[in-house]
């Protein structure tokens, strides 16, 4: 079965920027998307098709995707972003999530 | 504003069946660019696909779950529904359900419910 691997925790500083990466065998061959969970809230979509952003999330959040390795880049972190964040593609019409980063902001 | 919103019991039995549904409101769930989705996490865990369902009834399940899982539609309702039998305590779980767009195959889920917890205990 396909596996979406993320780093367990990154860490920043406010106002510089996070990287979070997301790797599986080709995933540049694939879309992937990216969601940003709260502590007792719902997911919410922040990235699709790679590097799209949904209206209403903030240009600080980008993405790209080559290889076998998508990325989650916040540009001028804001204490705000502090969330687990989750990436997700789809093999075959199934989809996978990975196992989700926690990101601190400190 | 499109809504989703999970309803059912939030504690089951083991070796029962988990029956949830989803009302879609603000929207219809006849549309024919989305396909409509159940995902679950885990207490302290991260995020499971279960499966995904059109309005016409077409489905497609994970895997690891498809033995267990069933989805169906009412589109009169504007209701999705998920079935999972034989549960046990590894099935106890926020179960959302959600919005998936379709871009001649499965895209990102847009929209999400608010979540519904469900425990497995006796």
């Known amino acids: 079965s396909y596996e979406l691997t993320q780093p367990p925790s990154v860490s920043v500083s406010p106002g510089q920027t996070a990287s979070i990466t997301c790797s599986g065998d080709?995933?540049?061959?694939?879309?992937t998307c990216w969601f940003q969970q709260k502590p007792g809230q719902s997911p919410v979509l922040v990235i699709y098709q790679d590097s799209k952003r949904p209206s209403g999330i903030p240009e600080r959040f980008s993405g790209s995707n080559s290889g076998n390795t998508a990325t989650l880049t916040i540009s001028g972190t804001q204490a705000m972003d502090e969330a687990d964040y989750y990436c997700?593609?789809?093999?075959?019409?199934?989809?996978?999530f990975g196992g989700g980063t926690k990101l601190t902001v400190l | 504003q499109l809504q989703l919103q999970e309803s059912g019991p939030g504690l089951v039995k083991p070796s029962e069946t988990l029956s949830l549904t989803c009302t879609v409101s603000g929207g219809s769930i006849s549309s024919s660019s989305y396909y409509w989705g159940w995902i679950r996490q885990p207490p302290g865990k991260g995020l499971e696909w279960i499966g995904s369902?059109?309005?016409?009834?077409?489905?497609y399940y994970n895997p690891s779950l498809k033995s267990r899982v069933t989805i169906s539609v009412d589109t009169s309702k504007n209701q999705f529904c998920l079935k999972l039998s034989s549960v046990t305590a590894a099935d106890t779980a926020v179960y959302y359900c959600?919005?998936?767009?379709?871009?001649?195959?499965?895209?990102?889920?847009?929209?999400w419910g608010q979540g519904t917890m469900v425990t497995v205990s006796s």
């Open positions: 080709k995933l540049g061959d694939k879309y």
């Open positions: 369902i059109y309005y016409s009834g077409s489905t």
């Open positions: 959600a919005r998936q767009k379709w871009l001649g195959g499965p895209d990102a889920f847009d929209i």
């Open positions: 997700q593609a789809w093999d075959s019409s199934f989809v996978v």
